[in-house]
């Protein structure tokens, strides 16, 4: 005798979407609270995920909103050592206690943004670098069959002059604290924070895993005069985003809205994922 499973066993057995929501994010079509800054919660297959966690107390006012329980979260990616993706960390371990921390050491190196001839710290709170959920990496890392960190080394192609008023206590910023993720599930997810190591060069590292989607920040824009990098530079970033006709791009915070705005009139694979919207990939 045969026993034939339910289709709709199957469904749920076979069937599972990875969703993508922006916590914190400069922009907002929704009651959430924009801020400069990120935090995006990430669904999967064997993990809740926290990618960045925003500059200060958005994150939990947002999250509170959309019914999303941060003590459910078992792991949370700090993409690099800036307040504006890191300065939520105390207090999410204050009501978090058993969540993976994934940090680059050198993110909790002293970090700087430098206006005329002043530099005003923008980094990440030291004293939690010893906190025992706080995990060091030191360059590339795979966690489990899911999820992979990266980091980038040759930051040559199409490099955002933003990046110019960056520093750390050695000199200018070499981005080597900054780190992105792969995500493997069906649709494989590349997440980047800021892409201070610049688009093209993370797409090139991580071209080895034929990434589907591309979610994060470009650095195109500085935030603190709103400037927009110049259009030549676009056009060479358009240029070789061609060579990846398979990636959709879901861009954010950093990329500014007129260099996103210029990039999706050139290219019908590249989104805005604004505070409050969820993408949803099977």
Same mark, same amino acid.
């Given at each position: 005798m045969i026993n034939f499973v339910p289709f709709f066993v199957i469904l749920c057995i076979e069937v599972y979407i990875m969703k993508i929501t922006a916590l914190v994010e400069n922009i907002s079509h929704t009651d959430l609270k924009p801020i400069h800054g990120l935090s995006l919660f990430i669904e999967t297959k064997h993990h809740n995920i926290l990618f960045d966690l925003g500059p200060?107390?958005?994150?939990?006012?947002?999250?509170?909103?959309l019914n999303?329980?941060?003590?459910?979260?078992? +792991? +949370?990616?700090?993409?690099?050592?800036h307040y504006d993706h890191g300065g939520a960390l105390k207090r999410f371990l204050d009501i978090n206690n058993t969540a993976k921390i994934y940090v680059q050491r050198k993110a909790f190196e002293k970090h700087y943004n430098k206006i005329s001839l002043f530099k005003i710290s923008v980094g990440i709170d030291q004293h939690l670098e010893n906190h025992p959920q706080v995990i060091l990496v030191d360059g590339d890392l795979k966690i489990d069959d899911e999820l992979t960190l990266f980091v980038v080394s040759n930051i040559s192609k199409c490099r955002s002059i933003e990046n110019d008023h960056l520093y750390t206590k050695e000199g200018k910023d070499n981005f080597l604290h900054e780190q992105n993720l792969i995500i493997n599930e069906n649709t494989t997810a590349l997440i980047m924070g800021c892409g201070h190591a610049g688009l093209i060069n993370i797409l090139e590292k991580a071209k080895e895993v034929n990434p589907h989607i591309c979610v994060g920040g470009y650095h195109l824009a500085y935030p603190a005069t709103k400037k927009q990098i110049n259009y030549p530079l676009l056009d060479q970033i358009i240029l070789e985003l061609e060579n990846y006709p398979n990636i959709e791009f879901y861009t954010c915070h950093c990329t500014g809205i007129k260099s996103y705005e210029y990039l999706a009139s050139k290219l019908d694979c590249m989104h805005y994922l604004s505070c409050g919207e969820t993408y949803r990939f099977d």
């Open positions: 200060d107390s958005t994150l939990f006012e947002n999250a509170e909103k999303i329980d941060l003590r459910m979260i078992d +792991v +949370v990616f700090i993409s690099h050592g």
